[in-house]
């Protein structure tokens, strides 16, 4: 039996992210990133409020496959929907324990080919990119061969509680719901698995990824490449992920 349950894994910012801060999305023909832990949360786990800290009972390291390594989930790379990568092991975790909630350790910076409707990628950006203002971002203009660039998820505060910073790939040094540090290499995601999933014995069960890409790449401040603007940062966005758990 498989079971999907849907996620916007890389969960770097959600939608009224990129409403309140009018960034222009774009498809990523090519999207590096890096997932270096997965773990899973046991019932009674909480996410909480913007600010406060999330409450992951009992965390269990579910890593597995392709964990650590740089995976292009791009469209130019993969057909939207299709799977990139085996990525955790959840047949790691206690049988009969029922598991609610999921952590996604990733790094911030990812390798982003691609263009919005104004602008295309033209160069690495820096970790000191912010949600709110032009600082080290990616280089970009507003037409010809989109460059492969070192994007990041930009800093932010107060954004969305299903997201933080960490200092290492251990989650030392988290941060509060909603803030990512511009000094942090790394960041969090926890979401809720929409159904709960517990191990029955005998059961060996492999989780899968499929992802798109289609609005996973921004420009900071819309429409600013095609008018000459100043501020033509260019940012990592989130891709659409579907979690798949084959074998139970």
Not at 70 to 76: F, H, K, R
Request: proline share 2%; net charge neutral; with cysteine.
């Amino acid at each position: 039996m498989i079971k999907k349950f849907k996620l916007l894994l890389i969960l770097i910012f959600i939608l009224n992210i990129n409403s309140v801060n009018a960034r222009e999305l774009g498809e990523a023909t090519e999207y590096k990133m890096t997932i270096h832990k997965l773990e899973l949360c046991k019932t009674g786990s909480t996410i909480g409020a913007m600010g406060a800290n999330w409450n992951c009972i009992d965390s269990a390291d579910v890593s597995g496959g392709s964990i650590g390594t740089a995976i292009d989930i791009g469209s130019a790379a993969i057909g939207v929907g299709q799977a990139a990568a085996t990525l955790g092991n959840f047949g790691k975790v206690k049988t009969g324990v029922t598991y609610t909630h999921i952590i996604t350790t990733l790094s911030r910076d990812i390798q982003i080919t691609g263009s919005t409707s104004s602008c295309v990628t033209n160069g690495d950006g820096s970790k000191e990119t912010n949600i709110s203002n032009a600082r080290g971002g990616g280089d970009s203009k507003a037409s010809g061969t989109p460059v492969s660039s070192k994007l990041w998820v930009p800093a932010m505060t107060g954004q969305d509680a299903s997201v933080r910073s960490v200092s290492d790939t251990t989650g030392s040094n988290a941060q509060v719901n909603g803030t990512i540090l511009d000094s942090h290499l790394f960041f969090q995601s926890i979401m809720t698995l929409s159904k709960p999933y517990t191990l029955k014995p005998g059961q060996i069960p492999t989780v899968t990824m499929a992802f798109d890409t289609q609005s996973a790449l921004a420009a900071r401040s819309e429409g600013n490449c095609a008018n000459g603007g100043s501020d033509t940062e260019m940012q990592a966005a989130a891709p659409t992920a579907t979690l798949t758990i084959q074998g139970q």
